[in-house]
Nanobody, 119 residues
C-alpha cells in the first residue's frame, strides 16, 4: 500500500511557476512509476506527466512547460510547472503504479492540490 500526499499548490499569476510535491509513504517508493494528473472544473481528468521508478524515463502529456522528477531517497515526486496559463487551473493529483510510464492503470492516488492561475 502506498499513501500519497500532494503539496505546493496555490494561486499564481499567469506566466509564473509552481513546484508541486508528492510525498509517498512506505519503503517501496522506488518500485513505483509515478504520475501527475489534473482535473479542471467540468472536465475529465487529464494526464500530465509520468516518471519511471528509477527516474530514467519520463512521459508527458504537457510537453515543454512541465517537468517531472523524483527523489527516491526522499520518497517524493515533483512537478515543476513554468509559464503557467489560465487553462492550467485545476486540481493536480499524483498517482502510483507498477508498470510502464505509458500505461494508464494507476492504482494509488493522492487527494489532490489546487492550482489556480490568475490573469
Amino acid at each position: 500500500q502506498v499513501q500519497l500526499v500532494e503539496s505546493g499548490g496555490g494561486l499564481v499569476q499567469a506566466g509564473g511557476s509552481l513546484r508541486l510535491s508528492c510525498a509517498a509513504s512506505g519503503r517501496t517508493f522506488s518500485s513505483y512509476t509515478m504520475g501527475w494528473f489534473r482535473q479542471a472544473p467540468g472536465k475529465e481528468r487529464e494526464f500530465v506527466a509520468a516518471i519511471s521508478s528509477s527516474g530514467g524515463s519520463t512521459y508527458y502529456g504537457e510537453k515543454g512547460r512541465f517537468t517531472i522528477f523524483r527523489d527516491n531517497a526522499k520518497n517524493t515526486v515533483y512537478l515543476q510547472m513554468n509559464s503557467l496559463k489560465l487553462e492550467d487551473t485545476a486540481v493536480y493529483y499524483c498517482a502510483a503504479k507498477i508498470g510502464l510510464v505509458t500505461t494508464p492503470n494507476y492504482r494509488y492516488w493522492g487527494q489532490g492540490t489546487q492550482v489556480t492561475v490568475s490573469s
